[in-house]
């Protein structure tokens, strides 16, 4: 599903503009205003008004998130488990040296991120994680100077991993090891501009949500801000979602099939809270 909301003031709720049921997850915009969306490891092009357009399959495995650069091409990252061949490239995904003989162990997917040209050609693939855990990607994102960002954690750590446009990997965020917040399965990230972005996870030891930053070389803290309590106000709360302020947005499903999203601000406090009732 894809929701599309209008330019909002502070403290103004959204407007819903239109929805599609596609089962997919937007990710980019093109300079027709066409919207690309996430299906698997399909890629759905949805015109402005919420038609759709073409599917074309480009990631022959199931990808977490997407991305598009300005040239068309796009980016996949995710998990997978076991030997697979990404369109010209095979990766052995899992547990690869464990101690039966040093052969591959099921059960340990480790995280891959692949680009594909505009026509669905590989380019390059590469595979990353701690080996022996389950690691699970569960965000990509550009920085200002053109390379590629994914997060992912396990059961060790939360991590932000910086990849060239070329496949190379530049420099690792750990987040959770030694003196900072234990890992919990989730972190988000978002460009702030200037060669900087936010990183968003959640506080094991409270339920609340804490925010940082980190720059393009690498550097990174947590900031001074209030947290954000999320736990107790509905079920099956969705994964949080930080901007370029470094506002939070968070949604969840309350009872009857209600869809609740609220905004919180960098500095602390809700801006608005809307609810979308779907069948």
Aim: aromatic content about 14%; proline content about 4%; hydrophobic content about 40%.
């Amino acid at each position: 599903m894809v929701l599309l909301t209008t330019t909002l003031s502070l403290a103004q709720a959204p407007g819903l503009a239109w929805t599609t049921n596609i089962g997919a997850q937007a990710f980019a915009v093109d300079v027709q205003s066409n919207i690309f969306a996430l299906h698997g490891g399909s890629v759905v092009r949805i015109t402005a008004g919420g038609s759709v357009l073409e599917t074309n399959a480009f990631c022959p495995i199931p990808a977490a998130y997407a991305q598009r650069d300005s040239a068309g091409s796009y980016y996949f990252t995710g998990s997978f488990d076991g030997t697979q061949n990404f369109g010209g490239i095979t990766l052995v995904g899992g547990w690869s040296n464990g101690f039966s003989g040093f052969s591959w162990t099921p059960g340990y997917p480790t995280c891959f991120l692949a680009k594909y040209d505009a026509n669905g050609i590989l380019q390059w693939v590469t595979s990353f994680g701690k080996q022996a855990y389950v690691n699970k990607a569960t965000d990509l994102m550009f920085l200002d100077d053109g390379s590629l960002v994914a997060a992912y954690a396990n059961n060790q750590f939360d991590a932000i991993r910086n990849f060239s446009t070329s496949g190379s990997n530049r420099w690792q965020i750990l987040i959770g090891d030694n003196d900072l917040t234990p890992p919990v399965g989730q972190i988000r990230v978002a460009n702030a501009g200037g060669g900087n972005a936010f990183f968003l996870i959640e506080d094991p030891t409270s339920s609340n949500l804490r925010r940082g930053w980190f720059d393009t070389n690498g550097n990174s803290g947590f900031l001074s801000l209030p947290q954000i309590f999320w736990t107790g106000t509905g079920t099956n709360a969705k994964p949080a979602i930080c901007d370029s302020t470094g506002a939070a947005f968070i949604g969840r499903e309350i009872s009857g099939g209600t869809l609740v999203i609220s905004k919180y601000l960098k500095a602390g406090g809700v801006a608005w809270t809307m609810a979308f009732n779907f069948p």
